[in-house]
């Protein structure tokens, strides 16, 4: 019995995950998980991750996306300059994409499957490269996916130890047409749509070998400096 999670089913791009999972049939169970499924979970309670945890164990998962990411939200948006961080409101982007994250790897990776080949995948973001950082701005979110990319490298070191067949990497989706998106889109990139980008996503992450495990890639299975 092969089984597929998502955390954060309910996304634009963890939706497209989900139901591109269930259209190519590769696994007998697909389950979307929200604040809103059953069992239900949120990023900033971890006793919610640990029982959606419990709940999946059982199907020892092969493959686990992590499709979440907060840029703006209620009173947040991205700083133009390090002179506007507010140090409350970057603790919240960090709970959302880092601690949260964190947490699901914290009580999921000990169950995913060991006997055979598995995959443990974040959405992070290339503006989180320190490497490619040329533009400055959106601290707080640059911030905290560095941090998330961090989390995934230490995730997958621990797991080579007891999953040495077991792959934990962090994937950026490009620009999506999503609400985390909107409005933040600069002129002249690519956007694409949630279907496609799950396609892509779902095609690189069945290509990669557990050497790789560790890395942070785009949605083509290109390296991305950290």
Excluded at 10 to 26: D, K, P, W
Excluded at 32 to 51: C, K, M, N, Q, T
Aim: some cysteine.
């Amino acid at each position: 019995m092969r089984s597929a999670v998502v955390f954060g089913s309910t996304g634009g791009i963890g939706a497209a995950l989900t139901s591109e999972l269930s259209r190519m049939g590769g696994f007998d169970t697909v389950l979307g998980l929200s604040r809103h499924s059953v069992p239900a979970f949120d990023l900033v309670d971890e006793p919610s991750i640990r029982d959606a945890a419990r709940h999946i164990a059982p199907l020892k998962p092969a493959l686990v996306v992590v499709a979440t990411g907060m840029l703006r939200g209620k009173g947040i948006e991205p700083e133009k300059t390090i002179r506007a961080i507010d140090p409350a409101r970057m603790a919240g982007v960090f709970a959302i994409n880092a601690i949260g994250p964190a947490a699901v790897m914290k009580h999921v990776l000990p169950a995913m499957q060991r006997d055979e080949r598995s995959v443990f995948a974040v959405l992070s973001a290339k503006v989180g490269s320190i490497g490619d950082n040329r533009l400055g701005g959106w601290a707080s979110y640059r911030a905290s996916k560095a941090a998330l990319n961090q989390l995934v490298r230490t995730a997958a070191i621990e797991l080579r130890r007891t999953h040495p067949k077991a792959i934990c990497v962090a994937i950026h989706p490009g620009t999506v047409a999503t609400a985390l998106s909107s409005g933040f889109a600069a002129t002249g990139l690519e956007i694409q749509q949630p279907a496609e980008a799950a396609r892509d996503i779902l095609k690189c992450l069945n290509a990669l070998q557990s050497d790789q495990s560790g890395g942070f890639f785009d949605r083509f299975g290109q390296p991305i400096p950290f």
